[in-house]
């Protein structure tokens, strides 16, 4: 028991590090800046989002023994390759990946050494991200045994302060539907979808420690529930200190602006340094569980061992480097599209994972799964275009206001494909039984 419980810690440990990186740091400060004294129902949309669905996410993992690749084979092989694929080039090198490296640029290298060009940061950045992930089974004691303490003590360090010496007053902003805005703004720390690939990782670490059967779901669980405890306490934290500041700073203030301006209010002429510390430990430990699972992927399923995992963390490296350049403003703003389209996808395939049995149709599976992609698509497609056509027929559908226009058309279409598959089992009985008859 003893062993079990000292690894719940060491591996939820990781599993805290690899979910909290860059956009954990910088998102909840701002939401907190934007809803000032409502940010109690933005904490709890934000916690929905961004620890609710991850935790069951690893969950989800955890009960059939695989990755999102396993969860989404219901719905068809080819499905499963290119949704999977598409999954993790953005929280790879498409997106995730980079976004680690531009925001510990903006936050840790350029404060401190302003002549220091973004490319080098980045190059830099990716080289020590590679003398980690280029040995994948030392991962999980690495992140959990070394750079977690870390981080966790300079987060507290700059959330402590805060408590004790608050910035200023929280006053209301005024801010319309704080919980449904701070429940998709969880999508952008994209831990929902980093938890269905994060999760081999911890999949594999149990194995590696002996554990089988009902022990791995029992360490998974456990695991979750350390890094969303931990997650908790920073989201809240975080949270809190912008909601000080909404006196300070406007609405437009860049969010790696606003993060840095908190921590040397708070620190001083240390809160530099500190800063700069907790920002580097939380964006390393990401990058060094993605781009694990990305190449292990990408070298598995798509190049069939052809290409190297070696080869693989080379290559995302350099295309991630490049990205990181452009800057994390930008990189956010590419990621809004993306993450509509992808999350209601994940999110459907994680709740049909978790009900067992009560899903036990395939039609259902692919119903519903194909429903929150058709329409979440749609949505985008008319918030990019603005399409008059497209933004009054999503308007008729129950939570469109608040972006959240697929979820009853999916529970429909799940509804009619588990009568599809119902029926369809009972005609085929039915038939059975007859041609026995005779």
Known sequence: MRKLQQDHLVVGFALFAMFFGAGNLIFPPYLGLLTGSRSVPALIGFLISGIGLPLLG????????????????????????????????????????PRTAATTYELAVQPLLPSVPPLLSAGFFFLVTALFVLKPSNIVDNVGRILTPGLLFVLAVIIMRGLLVPIGPVVDTGFAQPFAYALREGYQTMDAMAAVIFAGIILSAARDRGYTGGEVKRLVLGAGLVAAT?????????????????????????????????????????????????????????????????????????????????????????????????????????????????????????????????????????????????????????????????????????????????????????????????????????????????
């Open 58 to 97: 690893v969950m989800a993992c955890g009960q059939i023994g695989g990755t999102f690749i396993h969860m989404s084979a219901r719905v068809g092989k080819g499905f499963s390759l290119a949704a999977t694929s598409a999954l993790i080039l953005a929280i790879g090198p498409a997106l995730a990946i």
């Open 230 to 438: 931990g997650l908790a306490f920073v989201y809240g934290g975080l949270i809190y200190l912008g909601s000080q500041a909404s006196t300070f700073f406007r609405a437009d203030v860049p969010r790696t602006a606003l993060f840095l301006a908190i921590a040397r209010r708070e620190l001083g002429a240390v809160g530099g340094v500190v800063l700069a510390l907790a920002v580097a430990l939380a964006c390393l430990t990401t990058a060094i569980g993605l781009m694990s699972a990305g190449a292990s992927f990408f070298s598995k399923y798509i190049f069939r061992e052809r290409v190297s995992y070696r080869s693989l963390v080379i290559a995302m490296s350099l295309v991630s480097a490049l990205i990181a350049s452009s800057g994390v403003k930008e990189i956010v703003a590419l990621a809004v599209p993306v993450l509509t389209v992808l999350y209601p996808v994940v999110i459907t395939l994680i709740a049909l994972t978790l009900m067992g049995d009560w899903a036990g149709e395939v039609a259902s599976w692919r119903s519903a799964t194909y429903t929150a992609l058709v329409v979440s698509t749609l949505e985008t497609l008319g918030s990019l275009t603005r399409s008059p056509l497209l933004q009054t027929l999503l308007g008729f559908l129950p939570f469109a206001a608040s972006g959240f226009a697929w979820v009853l058309p999916t529970v429909a279409a799940f509804l009619v494909g588990q009568a599809y598959g119902w029926l369809q089992r009972k005609e085929l009985a039915s038939d059975t039984a007859e041609s026995r008859l005779r």
